[in-house]
C-alpha cells in the first residue's frame, strides 16, 4: 500500500483554514494514560456524563473504530473571537471582520510568567451577561466536522471504509492524540494547549487505513512547574492540578450538561456568565498569544453580542429557537439556559441590594 504524504496534507489542512496539524500512527492508549482515565472515573469526575463510561475499549484503542486503521490525523480549528473592544468596533464598521493577525502567521507575543496580571482582555461587555467564547458561532460539530471531510476528499480518501471523522462525537481520547501528533499539550486547566497559539481551539481526528510518510512526535507539556494560574482562577475549585478536572464542580457542565437545579455554589458563582465558563482560560498565560479566528462560520454573530441582560430575562422559547439555530447552544435546552439566566440574575440583584445597602451606610454615617 503507498503511503501518503505527510507535507501534502499539512499544507492541505492550512489551506483549509485548520490552526494545526499532527499525525500518528494508529495503537492502543499508553498504559499510563489508560491508568489515568480508569482513576478519573473512579473519582466520579465525570459527573452524570455516562456516555464517558461507555465503549471503553474503543476509547483505549482507536483501530477498534475503523477495521484496518493506521494512523490518527489530529487537527485543531482556531474559534478565539476577539476582545469585546475588537468585535465592539467591527459591529461599529471601524474595522474589518477579517482583520487579523493570524494569517502573519506565527503571534509574535510571548507568555508572560511573570506579569502579575491573571486575565487577558475581557471579552465581554462592561455589565453585560455573555456566553462561554466558543458558543457565539455556528456548531462547531457542522463547521468543523465539514472541514474535515474536505481534507479527507482532497486527500483522495472518501469511503467509510479507508477514513472516518471525528468531532467531539465519538469515543476518542482527542487530547491524548493531540499530544501524540505533536500539535500541542495538556495543560493544568485540561485543555489542549497550541504552542504560540493558547487553547481556543476545537479539535477534530481523521482516523484512516493508509500509513504516512512521516509521523510527528508527541510534545512534552510546557507549563512551567510554578504556574497555578488557572487552578487559581477556577471559582469552584474544579481542576485538580495534574490536568484533570472534576466535572461535579466545573461551571461549564454544570451549565450546560446538568440537568435539574444548579448546586448554590455553582448559582452564586457563574455570573455573568450564563452558559458556559472561560475563566480558566482567560488566566493562562498562552492565550495571550491567541489571534481571532478566521473561520467565518466560527465568528460571533451580531444578534448575539446585542443581547442584553433585560433580553435574556425576557428571552422566549420563540427567541430561543432563531438565537440559536444552528448553535452548539441548543445543547443545554431552553430549560437550561433560563435556568442559568435566573441564576445569574438573583446574583445581580442581591449585588445590587448590597451597593444599596452599602450607600445608605456611608450616606448615614456620613450625616453624623
Known sequence: MALFSSAQLKQTAAELGFSACGIAQAAPLSAT???????WLAE?????????EQHTDKRFDPRLLLEGARTVVSLAVNYYPGSWDELARELA??????????????????????????????????????LARYAYGTDYHEVVKSMLRSLAQAMGWTTETEV??????????EK?????????????????????????????????????????????????PHC???IDACPTSALRGDGTLDARRCLSYLSIEHRGPLPPEAAQKMSPCIYGCDRCAEACP??????????????????????????WINLSVEQYRELFRKSAVKRAKFE???????????????SEAAERDSGSVAKACGKT
Not at 435556568?339 to 445569574?344: F, K, L, S, T
Open 228 to 230: 497555578r494560574r488557572c
Open 33 to 39: 494514560r489508560q491508568a489515568e482515565r480508569r482513576a
Open 44 to 52: 466520579g469526575y465525570q459527573a452524570d456524563m455516562l456516555y464517558l
Open 286 to 311: 498562552f492565550n495571550r498569544m491567541a489571534r481571532r479566528t478566521t473561520i467565518d462560520a466560527l465568528r460571533p454573530r451580531p444578534s448575539l453580542l446585542a443581547m442584553t441582560p433585560e433580553g
Open 176 to 224: 491524548y492524540w493531540a499530544e501524540q501528533s505533536g500539535i500541542g499539550w495538556r495543560g493544568r486547566h485540561s485543555q489542549l494547549i497550541v504552542p504560540h497559539a493558547g487553547s481556543y481551539f476545537f479539535l477534530g481526528e481523521l482516523l484512516i487505513v493508509h500509513e504516512a510518510d512521516h509521523y510527528d512526535q508527541p510534545h512534552s507539556p510546557q507549563c512551567p
Open 93 to 130: 464598521g471601524t474595522i474589518d471582520a477579517h482583520d487579523t493577525d493570524e494569517k502573519a502567521g506565527i503571534n509574535d507575543e510571548k507568555a508572560d510568567f511573570t506579569d502579575e496580571k491573571a486575565e487577558n482582555v475581557a471579552f465581554h461587555q462592561p455589565n453585560a451577561w455573555h
Open 164 to 173: 472516518r471523522c471525528f468531532v467531539d462525537t465519538a469515543p476518542i481520547d
Open 336 to 350: 437550561g439556559i433560563t435556568r442559568n439566566i435566573q441564576a445569574v440574575a438573583q446574583t445581580h440583584l442581591r
